[in-house]
């Protein structure tokens, strides 16, 4: 980290600090503002975590979930004066602050110092603190580093740990993603050392479905899978009357696009999503190719090498047909090393 020293110096004093993350918060997010919150309540700061939005209900188990302050009309006023009043702001699970929405002027215009701490590609130069990298499994595991390395490991308890070890199982895919390197191993077991049980936040985290969420699921694999062999690619586009059919919550999309990238053969994937305001794309990959250069150059987003996201505004068929339209632009890279896939 730039400066870890002087950082920890600050530290040393009381502070008032808020913590912030991006848009529609996942575990990774959540868990590691939460741990983070813990460790610096427990150091003595008065600290206040304030989200861009709401989150997925199956991450409600988390320590300190019932102090999160969820940016909108009620809470408007009161997160400007806690953002303006604020000495430190800890900047957690993103690189730019365009992904924390109506927060980004209140964050950028503060005089509290900033602190980043993220694992995203190409961040941002917003922050006097960085501890950036982009070779982290997850922001938790960096969450993780920078306690250990501010010589507070002692003060890791199980409910901090449970949050960390949310992220970090969520981000690496319960540890089978391309980002699941040695570090993941080494940080879940100093996780389960305090006091994790694995198995409990499996069941907390992907056995929390709704009815509606199961048939949504179930839907969208038999009706809205689109397969394109010559490009080894494949994607979900969902409509925003879709989504109220399904009763559809925060959450409920999550880690559909991966049942696109499961396929085999398939390289690329992507779900695309009208959210009402915009159009909303996750994008996967496997091997070689990059989702976070096809995103930032096309979509307005960008992310990691494997795993990214963007937005469009134009209307959902539109937003559709630009994707298929690119694909001619990554053919040879997309079908590199791989047989053009076949459909029975």
Not at 47 to 52: A, G, N, Q, R
Not at 121 to 128: L, N
Not at 133 to 160: K, M
Not at 285 to 303: I, M, P, T, W
Request: with cysteine; hydrophobic share 40%.
């Amino acid at each position: 980290m730039q400066d870890l020293r002087s950082l920890k110096e600050v530290l040393k004093t009381p502070r008032r600090i808020v913590i912030t993350t991006h848009h529609k918060p996942d575990a990774d997010a959540l868990g590691s503002s939460l741990g983070l919150f813990r460790y610096l309540v427990k150091k003595g700061h008065e600290v206040k975590v304030i989200t861009p939005s709401d989150y997925p209900d199956f991450l409600d188990w988390m320590d300190g979930n019932g102090d999160v302050m969820i940016y909108g009309d009620q809470s408007k006023d009161e997160a400007a004066s806690l953002v303006g009043a604020a000495e430190l702001i800890f900047c957690l699970d993103f690189s730019s602050l365009e992904r924390i929405n109506e927060l980004e002027e209140l964050v950028a215009n503060s005089e509290a110092e900033k602190v980043l701490i993220d694992h995203h590609q190409e961040p941002e130069d917003f922050a006097q603190y960085k501890f950036w990298d982009p070779n982290s499994p997850a922001t938790a595991a960096l969450v993780y580093h920078f306690i250990v390395d501010l010589g507070d490991e002692s003060l890791i308890d199980r409910a901090i740990a449970s949050c960390l070890y949310a992220g970090l199982m969520t981000d690496t895919g319960n540890f089978k993603n391309t980002n699941t390197n040695k570090d993941a191993f080494l940080v879940a077991a100093g996780l389960v050392d305090k006091g994790v049980n694995p198995g409990d936040i499996g069941r907390y985290i992907y056995d929390s479905n709704t009815i509606d969420r199961i048939k949504f699921l179930g839907y969208a694999l038999s009706k809205k899978l689109v397969i394109l062999p010559d490009f080894n690619t494949a994607y979900f586009a969902i409509t925003a009357e879709e989504l109220e059919r399904f009763n559809s919550q925060t959450g409920d999309t999550e880690g559909l696009v991966n049942y696109a990238l499961s396929i085999k053969g398939i390289k690329l994937a992507a779900l695309i999503v009208d959210r009402t305001e915009m159009i909303k794309i996750s994008f996967r990959s496997v091997s070689d190719f990059s989702v976070n250069e096809l995103a930032r150059k096309h979509f307005e987003g960008g992310g990691h090498k494997n795993a990214a996201g963007g937005k469009s505004d134009l209307p959902l068929e539109e937003a559709v047909a630009k994707f298929e339209s690119i694909l001619n632009e990554y053919k040879e890279e997309l079908n590199k090393d791989y047989q053009t896939i076949t459909q029975s």
